[in-house]
């Protein structure tokens, strides 16, 4: 029960610290979409603003130079058209011009206003304008009764043609309220877009951090799952050899002779400790990328015979029929080396699990641009809920079996390595009507 409890208690805790980290993934992943609205917010409105206020800026510049570069004005007079006898003086001053939206205002240097007849309605509104002759060329933004108006004071030279403007101060004022309604118009629906995009960004943030999760989640299971197999495969030899040497000591007087069996089992534990350590090591340095790998060009003549020689007398011993049919000599980038590990690796699982009579059977084939190597044997097989297991690390598909004949589930993960990292496949398939076939698929390098 204390066991189930521990379990319970260990599977709680990691799932508490599983939500903790998905909630700390959710924040960030919610905080960088915040930046990014924000800031592109802030830019999209900025240049909104800025570009309506050019705009407007532009229109009244116009007006400015059109007011200091007036035609020469002629002083004439011409025949009034409904009656030809009398003549129509032209010499009075001409009335300053302004478009629709804008209002002029001329002022002496007293500040009086010379253009009231020209202004006609708008008089109502801009008679409360006093002049303020230290804004001279100074462009605001000013609000009377409530209008808006984006505004410049110049001083006309007194050389200029139109005498209504010679030397006389000129305030240029636009009426902007179409503009800044438009202004707080595109605000508002900024606001409004960005806030369905935040709603939006909280489930996609969700979703994120969940999805971002699942590879951290299966590590850590994985990760745990490799230190409890690696603990309970380093503490079986251990305490055999524990139990050995204590028990010698209870017999000091005795022999190396009368203890022969009992050190001869304690090294065959260090062995397995040794082979085992070996193997964690190889994994955990493919881990780190930290094994260095030499790829040459090669063909299967040079990789697959040296490991094959030495397991004839082998399988042979122990009475079961060995059969090579290799015929394809295809251009591989390889390294050599780990490529013999893998092939040791499988022929020694078929030579294991084989059993007396049995049959095991190299072979290859081209696929395409693949070659393949199959090593097939007449043993037990191995279940399709197993085929999607057997390449984990400590993984057995009978671990009594495999314990008996000092495996550690460790070789078929190694072999997956080194298959991985040749960019090649290696998969298991049933081999009929008994048995098994490993298939290593490795890619063929073209000319």
């Known amino acids: 029960m204390s066991g189930i409890f521990s379990k319970m208690t260990l599977k709680t805790r990691q799932n508490t610290i599983t939500r903790h980290q998905q909630f700390k993934l959710f924040l960030s992943i919610m905080a960088a979409f915040a930046i990014l609205f924000l800031t592109l917010g802030v830019i999209i409105f900025n240049l909104f603003q800025s570009s309506t206020y050019r705009s407007i800026d532009k229109d009244i510049r116009e007006q400015v130079i059109s007011i200091k570069k007036q035609p020469k004005f002629t002083k004439r007079a011409v025949p009034d058209p409904h009656d030809p006898n009398h003549m129509i003086d032209q010499n009075k001053k001409p009335e300053p011009k302004a478009p ?10 007293s500040g009086k206003l010379l253009n009231k007849s020209s202004l006609g309605n708008r008089y109502s509104v801009l008679k409360n304008i006093k002049l303020r002759k230290k804004n001279v060329n100074l462009k605001q933004t000013i609000v009377v009764n409530k209008m808006n108006f984006r505004s410049v004071l110049i001083k006309v030279s007194s050389k200029n043609h139109n005498p209504m403007y010679a030397g006389h101060y000129v305030l240029i004022m636009q009426n902007i309220d179409t503009q800044i309604q438009a202004i707080k118009n595109f605000e508002e629906i900024l606001a409004i877009t960005f806030f369905i995009f935040w709603i939006i960004a909280l489930v996609i943030s969700y979703f994120l951090a969940r999805i971002n999760m699942l590879p951290i989640v299966k590590s850590w299971k994985q990760q745990t799952e490799f230190v409890n197999d690696a ?28 203890e022969a069996e009992a050190i001869s089992v304690s090294l065959d534990e260090v062995n397995r400790l040794n082979s085992l350590t070996n193997n964690l090591l190889v994994l955990a340095r493919s881990d780190s990328a930290t094994t260095k790998y030499e790829f040459q060009l090669t063909t299967p003549a ?40 893998l092939l040791i690796i499988l022929l020694d699982n078929a030579t294991k699990y084989t059993p007396k009579n049995g049959t095991i059977r190299i072979y290859d084939q081209v696929e395409g641009s693949k070659y393949q190597f199959i090593i097939s044997d007449t043993g037990i097989g191995i279940s399709d809920a197993d085929k999607k297991k057997i390449f984990g690390r400590f993984y057995r598909v009978d671990k009594s079996r495999n314990t008996n004949s000092g495996g550690h589930g460790l070789g078929l993960a190694i072999a997956k390595q080194i298959v991985d990292l040749h960019h090649g496949h290696i998969f298991v398939r049933d081999n009929l009507p008994q048995g098994s076939e490993f298939v290593v698929e490795l890619p063929i390098k073209h000319n």
């Open 100 to 109: 629709f939206q804008a209002s002029i205002l001329v002022f002496d240097d």
């Open 302 to 341: 040079f990789f697959l015979k040296d490991p094959i020689e030495p397991f004839k007398d082998i399988i042979n011993s122990q009475s079961k029929v060995f059969q090579i049919n290799l015929r394809h000599q295809p251009t591989m980038l390889l390294d050599r080396d780990k490529i013999k590990q």
């Open 231 to 258: 603990a309970h495969e380093l503490r079986t030899p251990l305490t055999i050899i524990q139990g050995k040497l204590e028990y010698m000591l209870t017999k000091p007087k005795q022999t190396i002779l009368d």
